[in-house]
């Protein structure tokens, strides 16, 4: 398998979107109301909103690829860009997807070793996420990889109020 990494640009936002869309809709879809999943889609995904994030200096967004296919992206954010108020000496990663047909072939292993990069190329000294309390099977993933939880947050599905688990790793 030949995979890459390549940045996301401004001419790339439809193809971000509708990926944003197809793997959050994936990953999220059964355990929601379709209530609550289409007006959580509205707001973080609509054009309008991605431009913006994109326009961010301190947030990036990563495509990968396995060959000629986007199987996923990461979204990684510093200082000011972090969804929870964080130090300067820590990266967010606040979103990791992989397409339904790529995964289990690493490629989530890779996008968070190139969030590792990024962070230490920016002398961070700590990576951090927020993961669904439900979601355990990224749960395990980030364990596994040596993320421990220190905190949790509330994330807005829709109306409904959710518990996001904070995982920290320290990087050396």
């Not at 109301?33 to 054009?47: F, G, Q, V």
């Not at 790529?102 to 927020?130: P, R, S, V």
Request: charged share 30%; glycine share 4%.
């Amino acid at each position: 398998m030949k995979k890459r990494v390549e940045e996301c640009q401004l001419k790339d936002i439809e193809l971000l979107q509708k990926v944003s869309i197809e793997t959050f809709n994936d990953t999220f879809k059964d355990q929601n109301s379709p209530e609550n999943m289409e007006a959580y889609l509205l707001k973080a995904y609509n054009l309008n909103q991605l431009v913006k994030e994109l326009k961010n200096e301190s947030s990036m967004f990563y495509f990968i690829y396995d060959e000629a296919n986007i199987a996923g992206y990461l979204k990684i954010n510093v200082n000011e860009a972090q969804s929870e108020q964080m130090s300067h000496d820590r990266l967010e990663v606040e979103r990791i997807y992989i397409r339904k047909e790529f995964q289990g072939k690493g490629l989530g292993k890779y996008l968070i070793e190139k969030a590792i990069m990024t962070a230490t190329d920016l002398n961070k000294k700590k990576i951090w996420l927020g993961v669904w309390e439900e979601n355990k099977k990224a749960i395990r993933f980030y364990h596994k990889i040596g993320f421990l939880q220190t905190g949790t947050h509330s994330f807005y599905m829709g109306d409904d109020e959710q518990i996001d688990l904070i995982m920290m790793k320290v990087l050396n």
